[in-house]
């Protein structure tokens, strides 16, 4: 179904005012810019800026969603043969190669990393993103395994993934910030994921694997 008109300018508006903030929370700093002042720059009221960000952090981290959801939906797209391990291993050299944004590895990063560090408020919210997304990660494979309800191995497997993750970002941001570029990062880091990936999967390198397509199954996927 295409977009209708409403739902365009209703997006536009968002994207706008998520841009103007953006914009002000760089110059000045997140703490250092009222909610009012993004108002004032976007020619909105401030009620429109609630209406579409219920808090201020959700200005600047309007593709949370996204961030969430991404480690579940590399799970839900992972090729045949491909364990959990695997697939997300595969995914983060994909971003780092590409210089995707979706893992804070970018060029220009180091600025948005900054800011966030200096405040208190875009801190927490980031660690309730980790959470959410590890949570998220452990329902996908969950489903995706078929486990039991009382199965832990979901929810084990998926805060090592995630604890893996954070390690090799925070690692690769303390160098950013320490004004390295990606480009000068990324051989290390690409040799550190390496690394840490095979620990991970000798734990784990044989959970949730997809299998390939078999007639006996009607052409479905079975999972381990």
């Known amino acids: 179904m295409s977009e209708g008109l409403r739902e365009r300018k209703k997006r536009e508006t968002r994207l706008r005012i998520s841009d103007v903030a953006t914009g002000l929370f760089m110059a000045r700093g997140f703490d250092n810019v009222t909610v009012a002042e993004v108002a004032r720059a976007a020619d909105v009221s401030v ?96 489903d995706e395994a078929g486990a039991d309800p009382d199965d832990l191995t979901p929810a084990l497997v998926a805060g090592q993934i995630c604890a893996t993750l954070h390690t090799l970002t925070t690692y690769a941001v303390r160098r950013m910030l320490a004004g390295e570029s990606v480009a000068a990062i990324a051989p290390d880091l690409r040799e550190q994921a390496g690394h840490a990936f095979r620990l991970l999967e000798s734990g784990i390198g044989g959970y949730c694997v997809r299998r390939e397509e078999t007639p006996r199954t009607g052409g479905t996927m079975e999972l381990t």
């Open 47 to 142: 009620n429109t800026v609630f209406n579409y960000f219920p808090a201020k952090e959700d200005l600047l981290f309007d593709r949370q969603d996204e961030v969430v959801d991404l480690l579940g939906r590399v799970m839900r797209e992972r090729r045949p043969g491909e364990g959990a391990a695997e697939a997300l291993r595969r995914d983060f050299l994909d971003a780092l190669d590409t210089g995707h944004w979706r893992y804070g590895i970018h060029e220009g990063g180091d600025a948005f990393h900054r800011m966030v560090s200096a405040s208190p408020a875009l801190v927490a919210r980031l660690r309730e993103m980790d959470d959410l997304r590890t949570d998220s990660l452990a329902r996908t494979l969950a």
